[in-house]
């Protein structure tokens, strides 16, 4: 009997520590959940409409929270925070989206918007470097890089027409990309490169003034002595 009773008294001490300990458990994470939340409407709320977007990423970040593993979740609070200019944090979930899926170049894609964004040049450069080897069948994949190399990276802009060759290699009609590959030598005032692209380009889209009236009435008809800066 007595045995009996020290067992009991141990079941009930065991069965009063488990249900303190699953409450306090809950209390815990209900109250790290709130903290959670609290910091992040501190840390973004002063940002041009966070409050609109607030329903949209609150249940991004509640769905997160149930799914650690789930790269979409982090792709649309990525793309939710770029919407509201917070760049940091959108580098932060489309990292954690890629950690998960690495070969998913669309998550690669906004994440150098991101970049290019907050001008961080560098980064952005390498990150549609990577979107391109990850996808070298999309035409604007070509040009995004092009783009950054032309405007954002002195001493680098000889990479743009490595760049757009390789993507007329794939796409040897493409309006855009004959566009900037014409449009740089344009800019840089290499007479024999443009004439020889501007005529391909003139095929396609005879109605481009800029190319147009470079193409038959010389450079300076189109502007002075100073490069464009876009």
Same mark, same amino acid.
């Given at each position: 009997?007595?045995?009996? #009773?020290?067992?009991?008294?141990?079941?009930? #001490?065991?069965?009063?520590?488990?249900?303190?300990?699953? @409450? @306090?458990?809950? @209390?815990?994470?209900?109250?790290?959940?709130?903290?959670?939340?609290?910091?992040?409407?501190?840390?973004?709320?002063?940002?041009?409409?966070?409050?609109?977007?607030?329903?949209?990423?609150?249940?991004?970040?509640?769905?997160?929270?149930?799914?650690?593993?789930?790269?979409?979740?982090?792709?649309?609070?990525?793309?939710?925070?770029? /919407?509201?200019?917070?760049?940091? /944090?959108?580098?932060?979930?489309?990292?954690?989206?890629?950690?998960?899926?690495?070969?998913?170049?669309?998550?690669?894609?906004?994440?150098?918007?991101?970049?290019?964004?907050?001008?961080?040049?560098?980064?952005?450069?390498?990150?549609?470097?990577?979107?391109?080897?990850?996808?070298?069948?999309?035409?604007?994949?070509?040009?995004?890089?092009?783009?950054?190399?032309?405007?954002?990276?002195?001493?680098?802009?000889?990479?743009?027409?490595?760049?757009?060759?390789?993507?007329?290699?794939?796409?040897?009609?493409?309006?855009?990309?004959?566009?900037?590959?014409?449009?740089?030598?344009?800019?840089?005032?290499?007479? @024999?490169?443009?004439?020889?692209?501007?005529?391909?380009?003139?095929?396609?889209?005879?109605?481009?003034?800029?190319? #147009?009236?470079?193409?038959?009435?010389?450079?300076?008809?189109?502007?002075?002595?100073?490069?464009?800066?876009?």
């Amino acid at each position: 009997m007595k045995f009996e #009773k020290l067992s009991s008294g141990f079941a009930k #001490k065991i069965s009063i520590f488990l249900l303190v300990s699953i @409450v @306090v458990t809950g @209390v815990l994470a209900f109250n790290a959940s709130k903290i959670g939340d609290f910091i992040f409407v501190t840390k973004y709320r002063n940002y041009a409409g966070f409050w609109n977007s607030y329903p949209a990423l609150k249940e991004n970040r509640d769905f997160i929270r149930k799914n650690p593993s789930n790269d979409s979740a982090y792709y649309s609070l990525g793309q939710g925070l770029y /919407g509201l200019k917070a760049y940091d /944090g959108a580098i932060d979930a489309f990292t954690h989206a890629i950690a998960i899926t690495p070969n998913a170049y669309y998550y690669w894609a906004f994440l150098g918007k991101a970049y290019q964004a907050k001008k961080d040049y560098a980064k952005a450069r390498d990150t549609y470097a990577k979107v391109l080897e990850l996808e070298p069948g999309k035409k604007v994949n070509y040009t995004n890089l092009a783009w950054l190399y032309y405007f954002r990276l002195p001493g680098e802009e000889y990479k743009a027409y490595e760049v757009l060759q390789k993507g007329l290699e794939k796409f040897p009609t493409d309006k855009d990309i004959l566009f900037d590959i014409t449009r740089f030598y344009l800019y840089d005032k290499n007479e @024999v490169e443009f004439r020889k692209y501007a005529k391909r380009y003139l095929k396609i889209d005879p109605t481009s003034e800029l190319i #147009k009236k470079a193409y038959e009435k010389g450079f300076e008809s189109v502007f002075g002595s100073d490069k464009p800066t876009e």
